[in-house]
């Protein structure tokens, strides 16, 4: 099973961009997913998360009314919408289960974002 971040890239404050992260096999369905991000010199964090079927959200408090999570199950794909970047959304950004219990295997190489000033 393999995960793969896709729709990063450089935008200056106050843009957008839509991650997508497209998983293969059948677990994709079955999970609650989450995106993550790892800043440089910082920890991997959550970012949100989002229940199996979709109808439960949950947000970490910098991105909260500025990102929102999607997911398309007939698709096996999660969208990440970010709304209003600031600088210290610079990140590489990363998707996989939530918790990330080792379903999808490793993680995945993640899509660089850069926020300018």
């Known amino acids: 099973v393999q995960l793969v971040e896709s729709g990063g890239g450089l935008v200056q404050a106050g843009g957008s961009l839509r991650l997508s992260c497209a998983a293969s096999?059948?677990?994709?369905?079955?999970?609650?997913m989450g995106w993550y991000r790892r800043a440089p010199g910082k920890q991997r964090e959550l970012v949100a998360y989002?229940?199996?079927?979709?109808?439960?959200?949950n947000y970490a408090d910098s991105v909260k009314g500025r990102f929102t999570i999607s997911r398309d199950n007939a698709k096996n794909t999660m969208y990440l919408q970010m709304n209003s970047l600031k600088p210290e959304d610079t990140a590489v950004y990363y998707c996989?289960?939530?918790?990330?219990?080792?379903?999808?295997?490793?993680w995945g190489q993640g899509t660089q974002v850069t926020v300018s000033s």
């Open positions: 996989n289960a939530f918790p990330p219990i080792g379903v999808f295997g490793s």
């Open positions: 989002i229940s199996s079927g979709g109808g439960s959200t």
């Open positions: 096999g059948s677990t994709f369905s079955r999970n609650a």
